[in-house]
């Protein structure tokens, strides 16, 4: 509200005016002498000498009065040479009371007080005071400043660490079961020796005129001393004398024989026996090859057989299990590997089915168990071995995860908890860059004390534009340093 009365202006601002809206009501008052505004306590015109002294010079030529229950307000006023009272009533009596309240009846008597003009001497000390609160706020407000930082690398590791694939592990992992069972050959070492005896058979010819028998059993050689036997009785007709030629009718017989001793060596060509064991009664000779004398090695199981055969049990159903892991891992999803399969024998053939089998070199053994494999990502180890390197450094760092170098020292190694490994990680850390700590920590200060707390901060400064480019030091608000950080990513050692 304003209100003329007698070359008097009374306006009437709330707690919500700024030095904008004093500008526009003292420029929008009509020419009377004297301006006297009524404002309330905190209003933000209040709170500088620099706004009031900016009232004061859109008054002009006119008298500035200000009325107020703020004395910090009074003070400030004061201090650029504005009048300033607590009450209507203080303004009356040109004295500081600040307890009556400020009626329509002291508003009148505000327009009844008479105007001061200000000297020169004052209008020169206001606006210096003026020019010196301009540059303080320029000197605030105005200057900006730009600081480009970079992370300091640091080494991280080498650290060594054993993961765990499997059930509660340190990595993820689905544990797959099946049934298998292989059939391999062992070879038989122990033999028996299996030996026939040659036959044949042998003519008997009578050198008598009787007959002659020859018992079964009865014993003829041949000029070597191979020695053969009649396996039947057998009788030799009598030989005869005929009174026309030929004069002489031999009486022969052909006689089944064996050789006495088995073996190949029976086997005689056909006139070889020729040695009679009576050879006043009869002689003998062999019309064929005696044949069928053999020595054959028949091959026998035995425990010592059994027992080598079945302590490779295990790695030949560790062959199976492994087939079982080539096709878990054909059908495992993209990206996965099932790792190496641990096989636990349950059955096996027994030595009571195969010791003292005959006849064959070989012998077959089944083996049956269970195969177990694991299926992991393929970024495994490296992804948990990255975690745990993350884990070590501290909270306020950053680490290269992408240029971490993990080498497999052990493993992997497949048991009864899953898959290990035993892995070696290292990489570089840096310093995050926290850019409300760095401008806070850089405002105000010289230019080249900014180093210093960048690098404390564990950062490297990289260069520093600031505007106007005269100006000596880092902006006082840190509201006007802006920090970025270094684009180019850092570079492992």
């Known amino acids: 509200m304003t209100v003329a009365v007698a070359n008097r202006t009374v306006i009437d601002l709330g707690a919500r005016s700024s030095v904008l809206d004093g500008m526009d009501r003292v420029r929008a008052a009509g020419p009377e002498d004297e301006l006297v505004l009524v404002v309330a306590a905190g209003a933000p015109l209040l709170r500088s000498a620099a706004f009031l002294e900016v009232l004061r010079r859109a008054a002009g030529a006119r008298r500035l009065a200000i009325v107020t229950a703020d004395a910090r307000a009074r003070s400030l006023a004061a201090a650029v040479h504005v009048p300033a009272f607590a009450t209507v ?45 301009a540059a303080v706020l320029f000197s605030v407000v105005a200057p900006t400043a730009t600081v480009v930082v970079a992370p300091v690398l640091v080494p991280l590791g080498p650290m060594e660490f054993d993961l765990r694939a499997g059930p509660g592990g ?80 031999f009486g022969v017989v052909d006689l089944p024989i064996e050789a006495v001793e088995p073996g190949p060596g029976g086997n005689v060509d056909a006139g070889k026996i020729t040695v009679s064991p009576s050879p006043g009664q009869y002689a003998v000779s062999n019309q064929v090859p005696t044949t069928g004398g053999d020595t054959k090695k028949i091959p026998i199981v035995t425990l010592a057989d059994y027992d080598l055969a079945a302590s490779r049990a295990d790695d030949e159903l560790r062959r199976a299990a492994d087939g079982q892991r080539e096709i878990w891992q054909r059908d ?63 909270a306020a760092n950053d680490i290269d995860a992408e240029g971490a170098a993990v080498d497999t020292v052990l493993g992997p190694t497949v048991g009864a908890d899953g898959v290990t490994w035993r892995v070696r990680a290292r990489t570089v850390q840096w310093q995050r860059v926290n850019e409300a700590a760095i401008s806070a920590a850089l405002a105000g200060r010289p230019f080249e004390e900014a180093a210093d707390v960048v690098e404390g901060l564990g950062l490297s400064l990289r260069r520093i534009s600031t505007w106007p480019g005269w100006w000596p030091r880092l902006p006082f608000l840190d509201t006007r340093v802006e920090v970025r950080k270094e684009t180019t990513a850092p570079a492992a050692p």
């Open 332 to 394: 495992a999803p993209s990206g996965h590997v099932v790792y190496g399969v641990r096989s636990q024998r349950t059955g096996l053939t027994s030595a009571a089915e195969v010791v003292g089998t005959e006849g064959k070199d070989t012998f077959e053994l089944t083996a049956s168990g269970t195969a177990t494999g694991y299926d992991v990502a393929a970024a495994e180890p490296r992804t948990a071995a990255i975690a745990l390197l993350r884990q070590a450094a501290p």
């Open 89 to 133: 009533a203080a303004l009356e009596r040109h004295e500081l009371d600040p307890t009556e309240p400020l009626g329509p009846a002291r508003r009148a008597a505000i327009v009844r007080a008479e105007p001061r003009r200000s000297s020169p001497l004052r209008a020169a000390v206001i606006a210096l005071t003026l020019l010196l609160a």
């Open 170 to 249: 340190d990595i993820a992992a689905e544990t797959r079961v099946a049934q298998v069972s292989t059939t391999y050959t062992g070879t038989a070492t122990g033999s028996r020796t299996e030996e026939t005896r040659a036959t044949g058979v042998v003519r008997f010819t009578n050198r008598t005129t009787d007959e002659v028998a020859v018992p079964k059993g009865t014993t003829m050689r041949t000029a070597e001393g191979i020695a053969f036997r009649t396996t039947q009785d057998g009788r030799v007709p009598r030989s005869g004398i005929g009174l026309l030629p030929p004069f002489v009718t």
